[in-house]
């Protein structure tokens, strides 16, 4: 059996595990210069999320036209409820292998361009800001050619490169998306030649141990470049408390999954995402071969290590 075989093995084995969440219904703490919280009352049948009124951070209109031709998630059944599924078990993995130890700052990359990590990192960042309990912050970290503000139709100026280089306030480039309570965008600015080492410069690593320690009840996701082709994310791995790798069905080659695998032995790699993963109507994994891959139409995720 080929290292791909046995990976999706593995997945089809997890994806059928029941998905066992406990919310909690504590309100979060937030300082008092940041969004305020209502405290939410349950009830016997449910419980109700806290609303947060945002009184620093920026909030700016997003396009919805744009988001849905991006496929976010954006609610209302614009994203085919199959897909919606696989990030909400992708978001399961992920808290079931983190949460516990206060492991919030996470890394998601890919082996090379185009298989899907910025997607990923947004869609799972939406599905887990929606969790009772907890709050997200999206960093577009991949400041060779940050795109995370086009996902949503946004318009940005400054963003990550400008704190970086000319001490912009953080507070100053947070923007909150219209529409998405609990999500926090950091947008990555003007794209930049000193990539590798704005990403590895010890104002980077300040940065992440305020963003870790200061919302103990957010994560902090952080969209680096392609894991082969650039330094970025392998400089930036000691930083943060994980690595999500996302390859693509029929495209990512087992050398370059093996490859990622060896330059991550040293970190907490948390697994990777199988994207564009096909279920049959018979119930079990498909792996389209290339000349396939034009046919598939309800691309699945799976979380394997």
């Known amino acids: 059996m080929s290292f791909i075989d046995k990976a999706l093995e593995k997945a089809k084995a997890l994806h059928k595990k029941e998905d066992k969440r406990v919310i909690s219904s504590r309100p979060e703490k937030v300082p008092a210069d940041t969004p305020s919280v209502q405290a939410a009352i349950p009830t016997e049948r449910e419980v109700i999320p806290p609303e947060i009124s945002y009184t620093v ?19 209302g059944g614009e994203v085919e409820p199959a897909v919606a599924e696989g990030y909400k078990l992708l978001r399961t993995h992920i808290l079931q292998r983190t949460k516990a130890e206060g492991r919030n700052t996470l890394i998601i990359t890919g082996p090379q361009q185009g298989e899907g990590k910025t997607l990923t990192a947004i869609n799972l960042a939406i599905s887990i800001s929606q969790e009772m309990d907890l709050t997200v912050l999206l960093v577009d970290a991949d400041l060779r050619s940050p795109s995370i503000h086009r996902y949503f139709g946004i318009r940005t100026g400054e963003g990550l490169v400008d704190h970086l280089t000319a001490g912009v306030p953080i507070s100053e480039l947070l923007i909150h998306p219209e529409g998405f309570d609990k999500l926090v965008i950091l947008p990555g600015g003007r794209p930049s030649r ?8 010890p104002l980077m690593a300040d940065l992440v141990q305020e963003l870790k320690h200061y919302y103990p009840n957010r994560y902090v996701l952080f969209d680096l470049p392609p894991l082969l082709t650039f330094a970025d994310a392998l400089a930036f791995a000691p930083s943060v408390d994980g690595v999500v790798v996302v390859v693509e069905a029929g495209k990512t080659s087992r050398e370059d999954i093996e490859r990622c695998q060896e330059m991550l032995k040293q970190f907490n790699l948390l697994g990777f995402v199988l994207n564009k993963l096909e279920i049959l109507q018979q119930g079990y994994y498909y792996y389209p071969p290339r000349n396939e891959r034009a046919l598939t139409k309800k691309p699945r995720l799976s979380l394997f290590k």
């Open 57 to 75: 951070t920026r909030t700016v209109a997003v396009d919805p036209e744009v988001m849905r031709r991006n496929r976010l998630m954006v609610g």
């Open 194 to 201: 000193q990539a590798a080492e704005l990403i590895n410069s």
